[in-house]
C-alpha cells in the first residue's frame, strides 16, 4: 500500500490468538511489510493502565503472560524485543510538549496487548519498541489528545502500533460460549458503525460513540479496548483517510477488524 500513515489500529483479540492467527495475523503480517524498518514502534495496550500516560523506558521488555487458565503452549511464548531509551525520551517529549504530565517506567515490559499483535507483525523482534500505557477513567477524548501528540513522531519514522477490539464484552462471551455459541447481533452491528464513521471520517460521533449509538455501552462496558482506537485517531491527523485491512469476528463476541490510515 502507498502513502500509508505511520500509524495502527490493530486486535490482539483473546490470548489464544497469539496460536491461532487466523487470517486477521495473516492480514497483519502482510500489513506490516508496507513499513520497512521504523526508527521504533510505539505500542499502546489496554492491559497497562496507569494514572497519567507513562512511557516504557527499558532496554530489555520482559514478555508478560498476564492471563491465567490458557493452553500451556501459550506461557512458553516469548518476544525478546528491545527498547530504546533515547527514541523513548522522544516519546516523553512529544507528550510533555502537549502540556502532559508524564511518567517513565524502566521496568516495564510488554503484556499481551502489545506482545501478540507485534509477534504477528514484526516476528523478528528486530525493531525497538517503547510501550505507552493508557488511561481508562480520563475516555476517548484524552486517548485522542495523546495520539495527537504523539503525530509528530509519526512524521519521524515511529511507527505508533495502537491495540485493542473494537468489540469487547468478556461477561458476553463466557454466556455465549455456554449457551451454544451464537454471536450476538450487535458486536456486527457496532463494527459496522466504527467502520461507517471512521470512513465517513465523524471523528466527533466516534468519540461521543457511547451516546451515539445504543450498543457502545455493551460493546465496551470498560472503555480501555477501544481507547487505543482513538489514539491512532489522533496520531493519524484529521487529512488521513482510515481504512480497513482487516474485518471479522473471533470467539463469538471479539470484533477483530483493523484499520490503516492513508
Sequence with gaps: MQNLRNVLFVPHGAPTFALQPGAAGAAMAQLAQSFGAPRAIVVVSPHWETAVPTVGTGTQLETIHDFGG???????????????????????AALQAQGFAVQQDAQRGLDHGAWIPLRQMFPDAD???????????????????????????????????????????????????????????????????????????????????????????????????????????????????????YRGISDYVIAMDGYAFH
Design 70 to 92: 490458557f493452553d500451556s503452549r501459550l506461557y512458553e511464548l516469548r518476544y525478546p524485543a528491545t527498547g530504546c531509551p533515547e527514541a523513548a525520551q522522544q516519546v516523553v
Design 127 to 245: 525493531i525497538p519498541v517503547i510501550p505507552l500505557s493508557v488511561q481508562t477513567h480520563a475516555g476517548p477524548e484524552h486517548a485522542y489528545r495523546i495520539g495527537q501528540a504523539l503525530s509528530v513522531l509519526a512524521e519521524k519514522n515511529f511507527l505508533i502500533v495502537a491495540s485493542g477490539n473494537i468489540t469487547h464484552n468478556l461477561r458476553d462471551y463466557m454466556t455465549v460460549r455456554m449457551s451454544g455459541g451464537q454471536t450476538p447481533d450487535y458486536v456486527q452491528g457496532f463494527a459496522d458503525w466504527v467502520h461507517a464513521h471512521l470512513v465517513g471520517k465523524d471523528t466527533k460521533s466516534l468519540l461521543n460513540y457511547r451516546q451515539a449509538t445504543p450498543d457502545g455501552a455493551r460493546a465496551h462496558p470498560s472503555e480501555d479496548h477501544l481507547l487505543p482506537l482513538f489514539t491512532a485517531l489522533g496520531a493519524a491527523g484529521a487529512d488521513a483517510q482510515p481504512a480497513a485491512f
